[in-house]
T-cell receptor, first 109, second 117 residues
Framework: GQQVMQIPQYQHVQEGEDFTTYCNSS?????IQWYKQRPGGHPVFLIQ???SGEVKKQKRLTFQFGEAKKNSSLHITATQTTDVGTYFC?????????WGAGTKLIIKP | GAVVSQHPSRVICKSGTSVKIECRSL??????MFWYRQFPKQSLMLMAT?????????EQGVEKDKFLINHASLTLSTLTVTSAHPEDSSFYIC?????????????FGPGTRLLVL
């Protein structure tokens, strides 16, 4: 069956440092979506990637979809306290939807 | 656009009672709605997928007689936790997917925190 992984589980950064989370699938994806969940809140849609090698930016966030459409990353440049939360990927493979386990972004005090 | 509401936001009930949670898509027609459960510090766990007018598809390990789902219209799905017990206490979130717009995008409701005493 399909194997999926999102890493790391947690990432502690100083404010102003960068943050990256990765999602990997053993099978080719039709698309991948990224969501952010603030502590105590519900997931909010960030972006969807569909094309091989696609790169999209939203201000300090950069989303990439691998050439083979099996992996994706979310990179945040110069993190701010408002970035705190858990970032989930949702992998869509032949109409089977699989959520990543999430990466929690923690800003060190 | 693409707003999903969920009611109630919080509920406390006694063990043995049933609790109904409503999920509504306010400005779009949701052909598919999903029900999730989330334990503290854990990822979303898909419980079931429901399509309007048909029976819900439950994930393995989810009791369909315990968690009744009704997707009666294109804007409303309900989850009823029957004979709730303390172990059912959790954060329940619904999401809705439209036939239009970005394919596959899910719009989430704000969630319902259930506490069973």
């Amino acid at each position: 069956g399909q194997q999926v992984m999102q890493i790391p589980q947690y990432q502690h950064v100083q404010e102003g440092e960068d943050f990256t989370t990765y999602c990997n699938s053993s099978t080719t994806l039709s698309n991948i979506q990224w969501y952010k969940q603030r502590p105590g809140g519900h997931p909010v849609f960030l972006i969807q990637l569909v094309k091989s090698g696609e790169v999209k930016k939203q201000k300090r966030l950069t989303f990439q979809f691998g050439e083979a459409k099996k992996n994706s990353s979310l990179h945040i440049t110069a993190t701010q306290t408002t970035d705190v939360g858990t970032y989930f990927c949702l992998m869509d493979s032949n109409y089977q939807l699989i959520w990543g386990a999430g990466t929690k972004l923690i800003i060190k005090p | 656009g693409a707003v999903v509401s969920q009611h109630p936001s919080r509920v406390i009930c006694k063990s043995g009672t049933s609790v109904k949670i409503e999920c509504r898509s306010l400005d779009f027609q949701a052909t598919t709605m999903f029900w999730y459960r989330q334990f503290p510090k854990q990822s979303l766990m898909l419980m079931a997928t429901s399509n309007e007018g048909s029976k819900a598809t439950y994930e393995q390990g989810v009791e369909k007689d315990k968690f009744l789902i009704n997707h009666a219209s294109l804007t409303l799905s309900t989850l009823t936790v029957t004979s709730a017990h303390p172990e059912d206490s959790s954060f329940y979130i619904c999401s809705a997917r439209s036939a239009l717009g970005r394919p596959g995008t899910q719009y989430f409701g704000p969630g319902t925190r259930l506490l069973v005493l």
